[in-house]
């Protein structure tokens, strides 16, 4: 499902300007005095005359932003009609000729609809949740929606609203019914709620909860919030990364980008129904919780002050949060779906997230006498208002120089997870590593190429370079690899490919459209702008870098990549720059070779996979029954199946990793637990088969029979 604020809280931007771009659009005045059609207006101006590859806002524009408008706010169909549908279906063609003439006469149709509706679905939802549910009975929930169709009339309106009401409430039977046997155990005198009572109890819960969502969040949306969700849906037709910001998720936007995150420390995406954690901050609440993973599904959030948790499942991301997030010190607990398929409650006391926690960070480990160095690096982030002082190549460089103090003899950049972020600090930082030449090429529409070189010729490091990666490494990360494996200068071990995001973006204020605004703010609006490409020519548009050496991860087998999204711009090729591959002493590919068959032959390896493989089948199960035997016969059959795999967190290489000298000195005047954040991370890294490998292989770069290899200037293609 999207929504508006979903792109917001993706880590995958390229270029993520703090400050709003200002618009270098051909001048053309705007005006209307309904604010409404004024930011269809600029809207749909932007996009034709500012995005890299518009869409053709036709028949087919129009078809597809039909059904993906009425996904979005009614994506569970319990509240529009067949005939509602019927009603609407009129407009399926005529949506991008009103766009044209900005006529919203679709949205006031639709959105009246859906208003009237909303308020019907209240007395059905409350007459649904006064009868007792029959947990004896033999029946099935889909929760795939797409699955279902429309209904007819009320009464089939109504028992859609009580299975889908049955399922949440299983939840809460389950939850109460096992701390009354729990409670049963440790004192045998305990007399348990009956069956009717717990029943009772699990429903009343999910009124409380329901209640919550209309009044909180459905009661609250105004007229201009409706219209943004419609803005953004037209928007998002164009490609993944092009979204609206409305003007109260703008002010949020700002805050985020103010350095602090005040919560749990946590990054957010919205997947279909379901509110997803996509990064956990280093040194954050969650982190430091050891509970809270990425993957795990946000089902419920409770205060600490209220004895019912409030249901988030189908509500926007920017709603959801207003939940999560919450004043330090306070408590709340999160209801959430395990990437195995287990439920579980956590409690977090929320606390201020410096933004700081994700700069680079570095270890030294000794490995059969010889000394190499880890950098991890979870963003390449900057501060464009202090670049020189305050971006992840300088910061990089400085963890190179700490670790070489140390006798460093080959590195690790771990890019894992990284999703991203400035483009100069990646030109930069790729400069690192060589001694000078292009680094990526950027196009516009229309434009001829850009080709971004590093023109240092200084190297703060020559010696073996190992990069990591995974399926969620993305954008400036897929800069950073393709460029090392161009200048043949790293290996490349991760998944078989990166995300695949090979577009750049900026941010247009839309008020800056306008000479003299008097319709108050228009928020913003995300704009995919150029793609960039590798120095040999290709794209890692949809493919993404494939790595040198493949190993199984517990993302291998989902859908999370760019071709994975709605919309996304093709692959394509330019022609390559002119560059010189690296001249070393290396044997690169009996390295690899000696990688793949240590890979092949790796137990822990094997287990993540057959790990990967369940945890996928079990989200493809989309299925539940709704007999309490049969329910809750299968979250122990679950329970069982995944202890299997309870080795790969136990799983203990015979590394140590320490830090650098200069970080042992910081120890001493720190107050911010830096020491007790590292030896966690230290913990981590002994534990990591990743890293394990990745060590193995800058030994044998470092002892490998040399060969020579004569540097000359090549241009390339894939």
Request: hydrophobic letters at 35%; one cysteine or more.
């Amino acid at each position: 499902m999207k929504n508006i604020m979903k792109r917001n809280y993706k880590v995958l931007s390229l270029l993520l300007l703090l400050a709003f771009a200002s618009c270098s659009f051909t001048s053309k005045k705007f005006s209307n005095p309904d604010k409404d059609k004024l930011l269809i207006q600029i809207i749909t101006f932007v996009l034709e005359q500012g995005h890299f590859d518009p869409i053709a806002m036709d028949d087919a524009f129009s078809e597809e932003l039909f059904k993906d408008y009425l996904e979005i706010i009614d994506p569970v169909k319990r509240y529009f009609y067949e005939s509602d549908y019927n009603d609407f279906e009129k407009y399926k063609l005529t949506i991008d000729d009103q766009l044209k003439a900005t006529d919203i006469t679709f949205f006031n149709v639709v959105n009246e609809r859906m208003l009237k509706r909303i308020e019907e679905a209240k007395a059905i939802y409350k007459e649904v949740l006064s009868q007792p549910f029959d947990y004896s009975l033999d029946e099935a929930f889909d929760t795939n929606y797409e699955n279902s169709a429309f209904v007819k009339n009320r009464k089939q309106m109504k028992e859609r609203w009580r299975q889908q009401l049955k399922f949440s409430t299983l939840s809460n039977y389950d939850d109460i019914y096992k701390q009354e046997k729990l409670a049963k155990e440790n004192d045998a005198s305990y007399v348990m709620k009956t069956e009717a009572q717990i029943e009772k109890e699990a429903r009343e819960a999910t009124l409380k909860s329901i209640n919550i969502f209309f009044e909180d969040y459905i009661d609250d949306q105004r007229r201009e919030d409706w219209f943004a969700i419609y803005v953004n849906t037209i928007v998002e037709e164009f490609d993944p990364h092009t979204y609206y910001l409305a003007p109260r998720n703008k002010e949020d936007f700002d805050q985020r980008m103010s350095g602090k995150l005040e919560g749990i420390g946590a990054r957010l995406q919205k997947r279909m129904d379901y509110i997803k954690i996509v990064e956990l901050i280093s040194g954050g609440p969650a982190w430091r919780s050891k509970e809270l993973e990425v993957e795990d599904i946000i089902l419920k959030v409770k205060q600490e002050d209220e004895e019912f948790p409030v249901n988030i499942v189908g509500m926007r991301i920017n709603d959801a949060i207003k939940y999560i997030k919450g004043p330090k010190g306070t408590k709340v607990t999160l209801t959430v779906k395990k990437v195995d398929g287990t439920l579980k409650d956590i409690v977090i006391t929320r606390d201020i997230v410096e933004l700081n926690e994700t700069y680079a960070k570095s270890s030294i480990v000794e490995k059969d006498d010889k000394k190499f160095g880890v950098i991890n690096l979870p963003a390449f982030y900057v501060d464009f208002k202090d670049y020189k002082n305050v971006n992840a190549a300088k910061d990089v460089k400085k963890e190179i120089e700490y670790l070489k103090a140390e006798g460093m003899e080959g590195l690790v950049l771990d890019l894992r997870n990284n999703g991203g972020g400035s483009l100069p600090a990646v030109v930069d930082m790729a400069g690192l590593f060589i001694q000078d030449g292009p680094v990526v090429q950027v196009r516009s529409t229309g434009e001829a190429k850009e080709v971004l070189k590093d023109r240092d010729k200084s190297i703060s490091w020559d010696g073996p370079l190992v990069i990591l990666v995974n399926e969620i490494s993305a954008s400036a990360s897929e800069i950073m690899a393709a460029a090392m494996q161009d200048y043949k200068r790293a290996i490349i071990i991760g998944s078989k490919q990166t995300y695949g995001k090979g577009t750049v973006q900026n941010v247009i204020n839309l008020n800056n459209m306008l000479r003299n605004n008097t319709s108050g703010d228009l928020g913003a609006l995300a704009l995919t702008v150029q793609k960039y490409y590798r120095i040999n020519g290709g794209s890692v548009q949809l493919e993404g870098v494939k790595s040198d050496v493949k190993v199984p991860g517990r993302f291998s087998f989902i859908d999370v990549g760019e071709k994975d999204k709605d919309n996304p711009l093709p692959w394509d090729e330019i022609s390559a720059a002119t560059y010189t591959p690296w001249e070393n002493d290396f044997d690169y590919n009996t390295t690899i070779k000696n990688s793949e068959d240590r890979m092949v032959n790796n137990e822990q390896l094997k287990l993540i996979e057959d790990n990967a493989k369940w945890v996928k089948s079990k989200i493809d199960e989309t299925v539940y029954s709704l007999n309490y035997k049969a329910y809750r016969a299968q979250i122990e059959a679950n329970e069982q199946e995944s202890k299997k795999f309870d080795a790969i967190s136990k799983y203990k290489t015979n590394l140590t990793f320490d830090s650098h000298s200069y970080e042992k000195n910081l120890f001493e005047q720190d107050t911010t637990d830096l020491k007790e954040k590292r030896q966690r991370w230290h913990e981590s890294l002994s534990k990591d088969v990743y890293i394990e490998e990745a060590l193995n292989v800058l030994e044998d770069l470092k002892t490998s029979y040399p060969i020579k290899k004569v540097a000359s200037t090549v241009k390339v293609k894939n």
